[in-house]
């Protein structure tokens, strides 16, 4: 079945560092993708997505390209923020016969310091 | 505009008793989910209704798990009777029919603890 795979956290940098989370997946198909950020007690909100191959999508400073030959989706911000602690999830969706299910990896839990 | 709504936001209460959340969708969306996260288990989707219809609930646990949609403006999940184990963080989210991409909007969960 559909998975997706994040690297492992705790993630945690200094302010004004460069951020990597990588993302794998496995996927029958052309899933659309998607990056969702939780902050302390609240929901998940949609951060980014990509539909097709070679898209990148992008939001706040953040962006990930949908990279179909080594199926990733590794998200990356050039200066994060203390703001920008959070856990971060990937996931997908098969959206087989309409079906709107996400697929979500394990969450990645990011912490920026001052 | 108004988000997706769930409440309680709390619920505390003894092994044994009935706990039932409430979920109020994004008005217009044709999809609802119903999640669980636990720090163990992670992310997971227990059911999703399309137009107040149950679609797929294979992801609900148990018997003791049910969940309804009377209208498209509100759904519940229940569980009776509760155990220890159910203790989690539950979501609801919506969606629109829209094919590939269309996100999904969570509320802001409801924190379970079953004691």
């Known amino acids: 079945g559909n998975s997706v795979t994040q690297m492992e956290g705790p993630v945690t940098l200094s302010e004004e560092a460069f951020l990597t989370i990588n993302c794998t997946y496995t996927?029958?198909?052309?899933?659309?993708l998607f990056w969702y950020v939780q902050y302390p007690g609240e929901g998940l909100q949609l951060l980014l997505k990509a539909t097709k191959a070679d898209d990148k999508g992008s939001n706040k400073g953040f962006e990930a390209t949908y990279r179909k030959e080594t199926t990733s989706f590794h998200l990356e911000k050039g200066s994060v923020q203390v703001s920008d602690s959070a856990v971060y999830f990937c996931a997908l969706s098969d959206g087989i016969q309409g079906a709107q299910k996400l697929v979500f990896g394990q969450g990645t839990r990011l912490t920026i310091n001052p | 505009d108004a988000g997706v709504i769930q409440s309680p936001r709390h619920e505390v209460t003894e092994m044994g008793q009935e706990v039932t959340l409430r979920c109020k969708p994004i008005s217009g969306h044709d999809y609802l989910f119903w999640y669980r996260q636990t720090m163990m288990r992670g992310l997971e989707l227990l059911i999703y209704?399309?137009?107040?219809?149950?679609?797929?609930d294979s992801g609900m646990p148990e018997d003791r798990f049910s969940a309804k949609m009377p209208n498209a403006s509100f759904s519940t999940l229940k569980i009776q009777p509760s155990e220890p184990r159910d203790s989690a963080v539950y979501f609801c989210?919506?969606?629109?029919?829209?094919?590939?991409?269309?996100?999904?909007?969570f509320g802001d969960g409801t924190r379970l603890s079953i004691l």
């Open positions: 209704f399309n137009n107040n219809v149950p679609i797929d």
């Open positions: 989210a919506s969606s629109l029919i829209g094919g590939f991409g269309s996100p999904q909007h």
């Open positions: 996927a029958t198909g052309y899933p659309s």
